[in-house]
């Protein structure tokens, strides 16, 4: 199978144009190594099984004589052998080069090394594959050149059906499920992830032996509060009912999930156009990618005939799984807004310039007026505040967006941008 350019690509190229060395972390199976061997020219592999054992002791007796090799050089799970870490710093503070050097790792855990790697070695965040880096969205839209150029997007039409989108949330954005022919075949490999993230990584992270069992009680039940927000109260006694399980051990648990980079919360964005009392904080309940919360769910494609409302949470996750990909290239960052009195976007997407746009995820075409008057209402809440706290002004939002599972986009004349998720892109 030819290699499907990821948004990382560029990235990482930047990456490597700045920095001596690049970090690049993310769940198993969202395709980092493949991406890190296009750019590299020589690569090693801790978990090749056989050279493993030889490359250990020479790491752990003389790292120095692993970096010997064409630039840049990959070390692949690069944590089995932390030595690793100290002896590329120390040669890129000698050669002063850079662009020497990729790691990749399946994990977010802190790794006991002498050096934080500042300014040496730079991490990168990579995700399961987009709609449009899976060739599934056809790209009509570009979501950068829509900050930069809004008065110039018309209309678009998406190629994706409503089964097409049930299909893809159950199947998820793993590289290896694009290889297989049959549909059941591409949707085993998410199962299977859950499976082995449940019934060895979870162990593994950390050397703790824990339950797959009781694992997977509390990824399914995270599946059920997937985008809400339910509190870590709410979600122990879901899991709880069936298991007995202490506090301290259900968050030992989150922790390594966490670690895992299988669970991946949104932070709430709290402006100050209401009283802060009225601000909801907690954090919304996400995974990675939302094949991992219906595997989790133990569901199909085709349950979603009878229950769209889960199928709406779904969608949700997975909309905020590509606008995460799609703005990583502009320093993009991912928020929600939500208060007591039921206002809210449910995502809110800030550029590292200071842009932001308000937006509603929303299935069907009924929904839409709905979302845009939330939207709306956000605006005229951050205007007023800025006529009476003009001291400290919040900017306004720079565009307001519904992204659906219908097939056709088009502006609204209240100035509300509706786009399928099928159309878009970075």
Excluded at 15 to 43: D, H, N, V, W
Excluded at 241 to 265: P, V
Aim: net charge neutral.
């Amino acid at each position: 199978m030819d290699y499907l350019k990821r948004i990382a690509d560029e990235q990482l190229r930047l990456k490597m144009e700045a920095f001596g060395a690049a970090l690049i972390i993310g769940p198993k199976g969202c395709g980092k190594t493949t991406t890190a061997k296009q750019q590299a020219k020589s690569y090693i592999e801790f978990q090749d099984e056989d050279e493993r054992e030889n490359y250990l002791l020479i790491a752990n007796t003389h790292p120095s004589d692993l970096l010997k090799g064409l630039k840049p050089r990959l070390f692949d799970e690069w944590q089995d052998a932390p030595k690793i870490w100290g002896a590329i710093r120390k040669d890129l503070d000698d050669s002063g080069e850079v662009g020497q050097y990729i790691l990749t790792g399946s994990s977010s855990a802190a790794v006991d090394t002498p050096h934080t790697g500042t300014l040496r070695i730079s991490r990168m965040k990579m995700y399961p594959m987009s709609l449009y880096e899976s060739k599934e969205s056809n790209g009509e839209v570009s979501l950068l050149e829509l900050f930069d150029h809004q008065d110039s997007f018309e209309t678009c039409k998406s190629n994706m059906s409503f089964d097409d989108i049930k299909f893809t949330i159950c199947r998820g954005g793993w590289p290896a499920s694009l290889r297989g022919k049959a549909d059941k075949a591409k949707l085993a490999i998410a199962k299977d992830l859950l499976s082995q993230t449940c019934s060895v990584d979870i162990s593994k992270i950390d050397n703790v032996k824990r339950n797959a069992t009781w694992a997977k009680t509390i990824l399914k039940s995270y599946a059920r509060n997937l985008c809400t927000l339910a509190d870590a109260k709410t979600i122990l006694a879901d899991v709880t009912a069936t298991c007995d399980m202490s506090k301290q051990t259900y968050y030992d648990y989150i922790n390594g999930f966490e670690k895992l980079l299988i669970i991946d919360d949104i932070e709430a964005w709290c402006p100050a156009i209401r009283s802060k009392t009225s601000i909801r904080s907690s954090k919304k309940r996400n995974v990675v990618d939302p094949s991992i919360a219906s595997a989790a769910l133990g569901i199909s494609p085709e349950y979603f005939s009878s229950d769209y409302k889960t199928l709406g949470f779904l969608f949700e996750s997975l909309c905020i799984r590509d606008l995460k990909i799609y703005s990583a290239s502009a320093g993009g960052s991912v928020s929600y807004y939500h208060d007591r009195l039921g206002l809210e976007a449910d995502a809110v997407l800030h550029l590292e310039d200071g842009r932001y746009a308000l937006i509603e995820f929303k299935l069907g075409q009924s929904e839409i007026d709905d979302g845009a008057r939330h939207l709306c209402e956000i605006e005229r809440l951050v205007a007023e505040h800025n006529k009476t706290v003009k001291q400290v002004p919040i900017r306004m939002p720079d565009l307001k967006l519904i992204i659906t599972g219908t097939q056709y986009g088009y502006r609204r004349e209240d100035g509300v941008v509706v786009i399928p998720i099928g159309c878009l892109k970075d």
